[in-house]
Every structure is written in C-alpha cells, then in structure tokens.
C-alpha cells in the first residue's frame, strides 16, 4: 500500500494543512458526513457563532493526520490502524480539478 501524503493537522487548520500536500490539479473534497467533529466545536460553531468554513480554516476539528491513499487500499489501512487501536475512518477524496483550491468541504 503506497501513502501519497501524510497531512499532520496543526496550525491553519484541516484545509490549510491537507492543501499545502495536494498536488495542482486535484482537490481533496472532505465530506462533514464523515467526520466525528468533537461537541467542543459543534459548541463554538452555535454559540460563537462560527460557520463551518472558517472552523475547518482554524481548527482541526479532532482530526490529528489525513493519510491519502488509494481508494482500493482503504480498508486495509483502515483494519491497520484500528488493529493498532487508532481511530480511523475515511474522510473524503481526492478528485481532479481545474480550481487553484486544494481542499474543499462537502456538505452532502
């Protein structure tokens, strides 16, 4: 199983972390149905208030690493990591695009 990138989620946030390793040309498209967002920031978006956006442009949102890797090789990873007792899960995907963005939120 090859990993493409490794993104470890720091300051700037889930998007400026992912973009700064994904290739021009592709776009890495998060989709929030996926993701286990602490109660934390589920609180910060309601009461600050705080859109979506700009939580994912600060914050890592409980994500710690995005590994990207090919889709065929998901559930191994996946098995992998949790056999190590890691919480994984699948968070989006790679698609190509023509936009300078390298990392977008999906909402549906």
Do not use: W
Request: net charge neutral; glycine share 8%; charged share 20%.
């Amino acid at each position: 199983m090859n990993i493409h990138a490794l993104a470890h989620i720091t300051g700037g946030g889930v998007l400026g972390n992912v973009s700064r390793v994904i290739p021009l040309g592709l776009c890495a498209q998060l989709d929030v149905r996926h993701l286990k967002i602490p109660t934390i920031f589920s609180y910060l978006m309601q009461h600050g208030p705080v859109d979506l956006q700009e939580m994912f442009q600060t914050f890592n949102m409980g994500i710690g690493m995005v590994a990207i890797i090919e889709s065929e090789h998901k559930n191994l990873a996946l098995s992998t990591l949790r056999e190590y007792n890691k919480t994984a899960y699948e968070i989006g995907e790679i698609t190509l695009s023509k936009e300078s963005e390298r990392c977008t939120i999906k909402m549906s």
